[in-house]
């Protein structure tokens, strides 16, 4: 059974950073960082190939960066110049490509107050 398992979250002030970790148990192709905040939808914030291909949301674009570990069966997402906007469970995924995500983590708040 693939497990994900989130860290780094908490509650920093705007402008500020944090670095969510995820690791999973084994390696998957295409790993990814989502959001979601109550009575909205779940939405992709940046997402990451084996092979280092990248892709963001517009809204974190220049402000959040993700990597990966293969060697350690980590992501990471580093964010910067955080927003109130920003606040969120965001969620660890994986899968075998890109867009298709069948293992999630548990979840981790970050909360950015103003």
């Known amino acids: 059974q693939v497990q994900l398992v989130e860290s780094g979250g908490g509650l920093v002030q705007a402008g500020g950073s944090l670095r969510l970790s995820c690791a999973a148990s084994?390696?998957?192709?295409?790993m990814a960082w989502f959001r979601q905040v109550p009575g909205k939808q779940r939405e992709l914030v940046a997402g990451?190939?084996?092979?280092?291909?990248?892709n963001y949301a517009d809204s974190v674009k220049g402000r959040f960066t993700i990597s990966r570990d293969n060697a350690k069966n980590t992501v990471y997402l580093q964010m910067n110049s955080l927003k109130p906007e920003d606040t969120a469970v965001y969620y660890c995924a994986a899968g075998l490509r890109i867009g298709s995500y069948g293992y999630w983590g548990q979840g981790t708040q970050v909360t950015v107050s103003s």
């Open positions: 990451i190939s084996s092979g280092g291909s990248t």
């Open positions: 084994i390696r998957l192709f295409a």
